[in-house]
Structure formats: C-alpha cells, structure tokens
C-alpha cells in the first residue's frame, strides 16, 4: 500500500506468564491526513512460546469511519531483554471521512500462545492504547462531503444495449459504472448521481462494493448499474457523469467525465392501472369476514381435515414473514420492516425474474425502495419519516409473481406425466 500518510500503533503484548510486564508503543509517521486517505496501523503480538490461533480483534465502531484488515499475519521474533519472543505482525488500514482530530480508543485483543515450546496454550487477553491524529478536509469542500483522496482513480462505464438509441415507450437500457483506485476502501465512495428529464424513469441496483488486499496493496471497486426506462415518446438526452477526488501529492481536485446518450423513443405509450397497496378499510372488513365464513363452512363440511389445512397454510413460514412484513408496513416502522424484509428474501432467493421489462421494473424498484430503507436506518437519514407502503406493494407484486410461477410450473409438470395405463395401438 502506498503510505501516503503513515500511522502506526505497535504493541507488544506479552503473556503474563513468566513476564513483570507487557509493552505498549504508540507511533504516528505524522501528526496530520487528509480526509480518505488510508492509514496504516500496525498491531505486534509477541509470546515466548509459540501461538496456538490466529488473533482476535474487538476494533472500535467509529462514525464515517473503516478499518481493514490488510492481508496475512507475519510472524517473526524479536530480543526483549536478551530473550527471544516469537511475535504476530498484524496490519490495518483505517479510512476516515471525518475531519479534525480523530481518536483510536482502546481495543481488546484476543490470541492464545505456549510460556514455551512444550508449554500448555493459554488464552490471552490484553488492551491497546488509545492514538489520536488529524484530519483534514480538503479546501471548497462541504461538511459531510464525502472525499476520495488518491493520486489517481479509473472512471469507466458499459451500456446495455450498448448500440441502440432508437427505442419505444417502455424500453429499458442500463448504464453500468465502475470506479477503481487504489488506497482507499470501496465502502466510503459516494453513490453517483443523475439528473434524468422528465418521462424517463431510473432503477438503481444496489452498488457492488470490493476491497481487496495485493502485495499489501488496498484495492478499491465500486460497480454501480442502473437501469433506466422511457416512459413516452420523444427524444432524450441522458447526462454525462462527472467524478472528481483530491489527489494528496499535488494537494489539488482532479476529475473525470464520463459521456451520456441521446435515446430516440417512438411508439404507442404502454399504460398501466395502479392501485394502493393497502385495501380500505370496508374492504379489509370483508376479506376478513369472508375468510371467516369459508373457514366455518369448511369445518361444517369436512370437519378437522380442512381445518387443519387451512392452519397449516397460514401458519407457513412464507406466510407469516409477509403477515409481519405488512403490519411493519402499515405501521411505518421502519426497523421491524427492514427485519422482516431480510428474513423473507433469505426465504426467496430463487425469485430472479424471468426479463421481462415488468419483471425488471419490480426489481429494480424494490432494489430502490430498499435503498431508502437503509438510508433512513443506517445513513443518516430519519427512519420516523419513513413511509411502509411503496415496500408492501412491491413485495406483494414480487409474490404474487412467484406464486402464479409456480402454479404455471406444477401445471405443466402434471402434463408431462406418463399415462397410467396407455394403450397400445397394433395397425394390421
């Protein structure tokens, strides 16, 4: 990793076993960064004996604030008063998007070790000390912008299709964005931006974020796609897209444009009814009563057969995530519907879509919808304000999808059975 700013915390944490005392040194390269610049911290585990597991880290949670870990322990051995230890070199890499000073706190690590080469491996626990530095934001910039500070950044981008700007209302294209540098984590790169014209809607997916680790080299990868639909005719010009990151070395903004599209749509408009997700009331009295009256009806007919169907279809887990799922809707509760949200497409990962465009408007819009979701919950945004009935209404389109899926699919299994009893047919 290229250490621009270097920044190194070594401490030597010795067993107690056979040793008065552990060793505690803090060093810092310089007493200053710049916001998003990559700082190296080093943790030195040293024991007598040899180390029986790999070392556990409790890191601190920091606000706008990563820690990774970069790469493979490295063991070597190192004199401490005429005695040789054997020792773990750990190595981080801390990227922050605050500004001012920044304190590491204390953190526990964990690791087990022999007193000797024959000893028994005990269990260790010890604290770091705390470390502060500065960091500083780069000038003409707002708080709470957020800044990639790297010498250089790869900016590229792929359409799909990628050859085709003659288009009609309701046709799909997808822009697909992907940013790499190198010393900085793809976890803090800001979401790109599109101003679109009015008629053409966007469906982003949610970003595809990876940080690796080469050579001791930070690699970051940030893949951001959205899909964008023409809702009427007329001719339209998709905007270039500008990035820009402050380059340390030269302490100046760099940029980089990436160009639009200008899409011509003709054609009958595609029209669609929509309805509210939540019935009214009145309706809602119905269902229930009608639920009600089959269910008494049932169980007057066939007694506890249908009745116990009936609760076994109810008490389905699908079933009772999309029950929690809509009441956390119809609440706003912006917690409780994010839970049950995660539970129910852990339960429905083969929901993939069959490429159509109305299957590729469902899942982009849930991918949107989630996204404000998150925000609300993890980004700084105000979860109060959050509003249940966009998520509900898709996931009751995305099942009601799936259901009919399978009905279609156990139909056509059924035609292909095999006779029971074919006849055969002898021509004389």
Not at 205 to 217: A, E, H, I, L, W
Not at 382 to 410: C, F, Y
Request: glycine share 6%; charged share 20%; with cysteine.
């Amino acid at each position: 990793m290229t250490r621009i700013a270097v920044f190194v915390l070594s401490v030597l944490l010795c067993p107690s076993l056979g040793w008065s005392a552990e060793t505690i040194q803090a060093e810092l390269g310089k007493e200053s960064v710049w916001i998003g610049q990559g700082i190296p911290l080093i943790v030195t585990l040293c024991s007598p004996g040899p180390f029986s597991s790999a070392a556990a880290f409790d890191l601190p949670e920091l606000p706008s604030t990563v820690i990774l870990k970069m790469g493979n322990p490295v063991v070597g051995s190192e004199n401490v008063d005429g005695e040789s230890l054997l020792t773990q070199r750990h190595e981080f890499a801390i990227f922050t998007q605050q500004a001012g000073t920044i304190t590491v706190p204390s953190f526990r690590v964990r690791y087990s070790s022999k007193p000797s080469f024959t000893g028994k491996s005990e269990d260790h626990s010890v604290q770091t000390s705390p470390v502060t530095f500065e960091s500083k934001r780069p000038p003409n910039t707002e708080p709470g912008e957020i800044v990639i500070s790297v010498p250089k950044l790869e900016f590229t981008q792929s359409w799909t299709p990628d050859d085709q700007d003659e288009l009609a209302p309701g046709d799909v294209i997808q822009r697909t964005m992907i940013r790499r540098a190198e010393g900085v984590t793809a976890m803090l790169m800001p979401p790109i931006s599109m101003n679109l014209p009015d008629g053409v809607r966007s469906y982003p997916s949610s970003p595809k974020v990876v940080d690796t680790v080469q050579r001791g080299v930070a690699k970051a990868e940030r893949t951001d796609s959205v899909k964008i639909q023409f809702e009427r005719p007329g001719t339209y010009t998709i905007p270039d897209v500008d990035v820009r990151w402050w380059n340390p070395d030269d302490e100046a903004f760099e940029s980089k444009s990436l160009p639009g599209r200008t899409i011509s749509v003709s054609g009958a408009i595609a029209t669609a009814e929509t309805t509210s997700a939540f019935p009214s009331t009145r309706t809602a009295n119905y269902y229930i009563a009608a639920v009600v009256l089959v269910l008494i009806v049932l169980s007057f007919l066939f007694g506890k057969r249908a009745w116990h169907a009936l609760s076994a279809y109810f008490n389905q887990p699908e079933t009772q995530l999309l029950r929690r799922l809509k009441d956390a809707c119809q609440k706003n509760d912006a917690s409780a519907a994010y839970q049950a949200w995660m539970n129910w497409t852990r339960l429905n990962q083969h929901i993939v879509g069959d490429g159509s465009a109305d299957e590729i408007r469902r899942v982009d819009e849930a991918s949107r919808v989630v996204n404000d979701l998150e925000f609300r919950l993890f980004g700084g945004g105000n979860p109060e304000e959050w509003t249940g009935q966009p998520l509900w209404e898709i996931v009751s389109q995305l099942s009601r999808v799936d259901h009919h899926r399978k009905k279609n699919a156990m139909r056509f299994a059924s035609h292909d059975l095999p006779e029971l009893n074919p006849v055969s047919t002898v021509e004389s």
